[in-house]
């Protein structure tokens, strides 16, 4: 299984990604080496490179990346419950616990969500404090406002 690199200039700064031979693996805000090609041919990192581009330009509100997370049963759950959550609106981490019907885990909720290893297409973004606050994530609070400031000014318009 190889290993592929790809790192990528967005609005809220490099992203770098990375894939085996038919999944997305990681996309994060730091580099795990330091050989990151700003292009590539490898299939699924071009996918990825071009719809992350199509999101930054509002022309897409969903990914359909391949992708392959290595973690706990129950990181793969918020996981995949993070996914559900639609494009510019948020959760608390109590929903997601209920969601994945286990609602006494908004700790771990919030553990497995600082642990996502695929930022923005598994839009970890998209969930915050039971107050309403934005609390923690890995590209900083003034990212995650930005990410759900660029989701949330399409919501008012029509035809989105």
């Known amino acids: 299984m190889m290993n592929n690199t790809l790192q990528l200039d967005s609005p809220v700064g490099p992203l770098f990604l990375q894939a085996d031979d038919s999944h997305l693996t990681r996309l994060s805000f730091t580099p795990q080496n330091k050989d990151y090609p700003s292009q590539t041919s490898h299939p699924v990192l071009h996918k990825a490179r071009e719809q992350l581009l199509a999101y930054f330009r509002h022309e897409i509100h969903s990914f359909d990346v391949p ?18 959550i639609d494009y510019g609106q948020t959760e608390t981490y109590g929903q997601v616990a209920k969601a994945i019907h286990n609602p006494k885990a908004v700790r771990a909720v919030g553990s497995a969500n600082n642990k ?14 039971a107050s309403g ?28």
Request: hydrophobic share 35%; proline share 5%; net charge positive.
């Open 67 to 84: 992708l392959k997370f290595s973690g706990t049963d129950f990181q793969n759950r918020v996981w995949q419950q993070l996914q559900q």
């Open 116 to 129: 996502n290893p695929i930022v923005i297409i598994v839009p970890c973004h998209r969930v915050i404090g």
């Open 133 to 160: 606050q934005l609390v923690g994530y890995g590209g900083g609070l003034g990212v995650k406002e930005w990410l759900l400031k660029h989701e949330q000014s399409l919501n008012n318009q029509p035809n989105h």
